[in-house]
Every structure is written in C-alpha cells, then in structure tokens.
C-alpha cells in the first residue's frame, strides 16, 4: 500500500461503546445482537468523501490493527466505486445537456429561418428543450431581475445581455451548460438586430424611391393642371363655366398640398443637410424657436436618422400642444458607437398620471421606435420642471 493510504488507514479506528447501540439496548428498542462496539471507517476516494462505514460482530469488542486495515482497504474499494458511478452519472448528464443543446441549436435555427432569432424565439427553444421554464433572456435596458437570480453576461457587437436564472435552481453541468449558450445566443441577437436594420433601411429606401415617382409624376401632373385651370379661367368668357373653374382651381390647390405633405412624410426634405436643419425648419412652420446643437448626423444610418426625426417631430407637435413655452433645444450628439437625440423643453411638465400609466400614442411611439431599433428611450419630466425627450440607438460602428 502506498502511503497516500496509509495516511487514510488513520482514520479508521474503533468506537469504544456506541451510544447508539447503547441506548437501543436501555430503551429495549429491540434485539441488538449483543453488539456493543464497532469500528468505523471513512469512505472515501482521493480526496472526496463518501460517508461512514461502521463494521460491528456480536461479543466483538476491539478490532485489530489489521481488521482495520481491511475494513480500511475495502471501504476504498467502495469508495473508488461510488466516484465511478458519479463519474459516470456525470458524464451521462453531460451527454444529455450536450445532446440537447444541439436540438437546442436546430430548433432555433429552424424557428429563424426568415427573419434570424430574436428573444422569444431563443427564449422558447430553451423551454421547450431543455424544460427551463424559468431561465431568462433580459436585454441591456430591462432592469427586472434581482439578487435572487445567477446571471451570465453576454455581448457581441452591440448586442448586450443577460442569460438568468434562480438561484440554485440549476446543477453545476446546467450552469456550464447555460455558460457556453451565453456567446452564441449573443451572435444571434446580433444578427437579428442587423437584420432587422437592413430591412428598416430597405423599407425606407422603397419610400424614398416612392416619394420620388409621386414627385415626377402624380405631383408634376397636378402642377401643370393647375396651370391649365388659371388659363383657363383667365380665357373662360362663359359665366356659367367661372363658378365651376374656381372650384376646380380650388380642389387642385388642395390635392397640390396634400400632395407635397404626402411626399414630406414618404421622404423629409432636407434630410441630406442633417436632422438639425430637418428638424429647425420644421419647429419654425409651428411656431416654435428652436435652438439645434448639431452633429453631423447624415452618415448616421437611415433607420435611425428616419426614427430621431419623427421622435423630434412628435416632440415639437407635443410643444406646440401642450406646452405654453413656444421654446425647444434640440440636441444631437454620439456616445461611442450610439446615436443620441435629446429635445427640451421648460414648459409645465408632463402631469404624472400621463408619466405613470397615460401616455398617449405619440409618446407610446416613440418608444416603440426606438425598442425596433435595439435602442434605448427616456423622458424626464415633472410638474414645473420641463420635459427632456431622450433616444439612443445603436448605430453598428465607430462614430
Ligand atoms: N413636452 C410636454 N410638456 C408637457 N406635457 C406633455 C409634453 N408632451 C406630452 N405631454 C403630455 O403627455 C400626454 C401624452 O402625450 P402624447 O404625445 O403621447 O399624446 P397626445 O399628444 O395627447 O396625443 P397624440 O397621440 O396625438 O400625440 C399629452 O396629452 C400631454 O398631457
Ligand atoms: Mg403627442
């Protein structure tokens, strides 16, 4: 025997009188063999435990130095076993989550075929497959977890998270398991939000192209309709047709206005001066002086230049509305590889009940363009405070 046992050999020793068997024997809790001593010794394999093994015979009061040495070399033996049997419990469970994390993988891919996978759709799969019904995706800005949960961190580009789950809810292969999810549920959400902007700006690019054939065409149509009616008007000698030709005059007059307000939305003027002129001119058709601290915002991506200019609008219209202070500052700036748009008022202040649960459509959307866009929306407001309208996105490299 090497020493390594020897040294274990110490810890089997002799129990002098049970106190167990002893009180079984005064209390009469039944036949104890007229056992009264016996010898204990550890179970263990390396440096891992595995209980107790006490060794008792009838009359036998002290076990020999080499009893104990056997009793020690087979309580080993058992140990050595039981580490193999929990190895190999082990390595089972490992093939097990393995296994499912490549179903895990298949079904997420079959699920993102068209679109790539967002949360839900990686959230489910986990569910699904590996039966976590109570581990969690929570993305950089929802704050809705406590001390209660373990949490992995995960980033890929712009993307940043969180994989979470109750506290000693999971064994140590399900956390290592959960640890090597983490980078590759990152590059999903990446790409999800990538393509999600590739769509945005293509949907933008498809107005655009929309704005410009209605310009050329429908719009260019109108314009020279309304020349022809002057024409007319001025050559028309006939009383009965001069009623008539002002109400024609006066109907494409408005199809004309309707036309360009049509086009402005499908296509903002000016944007490839920048949001800030964009912005200002409109501010000035309501009304409102607005002082613009600008960046240059045109090599920002469309989507998001298109969703900082309708959050300034409905901010401005919101000014106009609401506020008696026709007063606004708009500010564009950049945070690292994040877009910002900040527009302030010192008006009254957004009553709290609005702030608590009322929001109206036109804050409502805000929000929601910029949760389209991965990107991060506030408002800071108080009753005789003002109000800041707050929006950061994402914009997928260096500004
Ligand atoms: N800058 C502001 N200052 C003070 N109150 C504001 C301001 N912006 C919004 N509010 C308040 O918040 C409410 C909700 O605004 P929201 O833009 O969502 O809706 P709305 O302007 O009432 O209607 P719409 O859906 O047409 O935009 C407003 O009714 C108003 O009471
Ligand atoms: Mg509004």
């Known amino acids: 025997m090497n020493s390594y046992e020897k040294k274990e050999l110490k810890h089997a020793v002799n129990t002098m009188e049970c106190k167990r068997l002893l009180t079984a024997r005064q209390k009469n809790y039944?036949?104890?063999?007229n056992i009264t001593h016996h010898a204990t010794v550890p179970i263990k394999a390396g440096d891992d435990s595995?209980?107790?093994?006490?060794?008792?015979?009838?009359?036998?009061?002290?076990?020999?130095?080499?009893?104990?040495?056997?009793?020690?070399t087979a309580a080993f033996q058992i140990g050595t076993a039981m580490k193999r049997l929990e190895a190999a419990d082990k390595e089972k469970k490992q093939q097990e989550l393995d296994r499912k994390k490549r179903e895990w993988m298949e079904s997420v891919t079959a699920a993102s075929i068209q679109r790539g996978s967002n949360v839900s759709i990686i959230q489910k799969a986990l569910r699904e497959v590996f039966q976590w019904e109570d581990v969690q995706i929570v993305t950089e800005h929802q704050k809705n977890f406590t001390d209660e949960v373990c949490a992995v961190p995960f980033h890929y580009g712009e993307t940043k998270g969180l994989l979470c789950w109750p506290r000693s809810s999971k064994s140590a292969e399900e956390k290592k398991t959960?640890?090597?999810?983490?980078?590759?549920?990152?590059?999903m959400l990446e790409d999800y939000r990538l393509q999600l902007l590739k769509e945005e700006a293509a949907k933008i690019s498809e107005r655009h192209r929309l704005a410009r054939d209605l310009h050329d065409s429908v719009n260019q149509l109108l314009f020279s309709m309304s020349l022809h009616t002057a024409g007319l008007q001025a050559m028309n000698k006939d009383e009965r047709l001069?009623?008539?030709?002002?109400?024609?005059?006066?109907l494409v007059h408005e199809a004309l206005?309707?036309?360009?307000?049509?086009?402005?939305?499908?296509?903002p003027e000016g944007l490839d001066k920048g949001l800030g002129h964009v912005i200002a001119s409109y501010g000035e058709t309501l009304g409102i002086d607005v002082k613009i601290y600008d960046?240059?915002?045109?090599?920002?991506?469309?989507?998001?230049?298109?969703?900082?200019?309708?959050?300034?609008?409905?901010?401005?219209?919101?000014?106009?509305?609401?506020?008696?202070?026709?007063?606004?500052?708009v500010r564009f700036s950049s945070k690292n590889?994040?877009?910002?748009?900040?527009?302030?008022?010192?008006?009254?202040?957004?009553?709290?009940?609005?702030m608590k649960d009322q929001q109206g459509f036109g804050l409502q959307t805000m929000k929601q363009r910029m949760e389209l866009l991965d990107g991060f929306f506030a408002i800071?407001?108080?009753?005789?405070?003002?109000?800041?309208?707050?929006?950061?996105?994402?914009?997928?490299?260096?500004?």
């Not at 039944?30 to 063999?33: N, S």
């Not at 991506?301 to 506020?323: T, W």
């Open 257 to 267: 206005q309707e036309m360009k307000a049509l086009i402005w939305q499908l296509r």
């Open 295 to 329: 960046k240059r915002t045109e090599e920002w991506p469309l989507p998001i230049q298109e969703a900082f200019l309708r959050i300034g609008q409905e901010a401005l219209n919101n000014i106009s509305k609401h506020v008696s202070v026709k007063k606004a500052e």
């Open 30 to 33: 039944g036949d104890t063999l």
């Open 178 to 187: 959960l640890e090597s999810l983490a980078p590759g549920i990152a590059m």
């Open 337 to 354: 590889t994040r877009a910002v748009i900040e527009i302030k008022d010192d008006g009254e202040g957004i009553p709290s009940r609005v």
């Open 380 to 399: 800071h407001s108080e009753p005789g405070t003002g109000t800041i309208i707050y929006a950061e996105a994402p914009t997928g490299g260096k500004l």
């Open 242 to 250: 001069q009623e008539p030709l002002v109400e024609v005059k006066k």
């Open 50 to 72: 595995y209980g107790l093994l006490n060794v008792a015979a009838p009359r036998k009061e002290h076990f020999e130095k080499d009893e104990l040495y056997i009793l020690e």
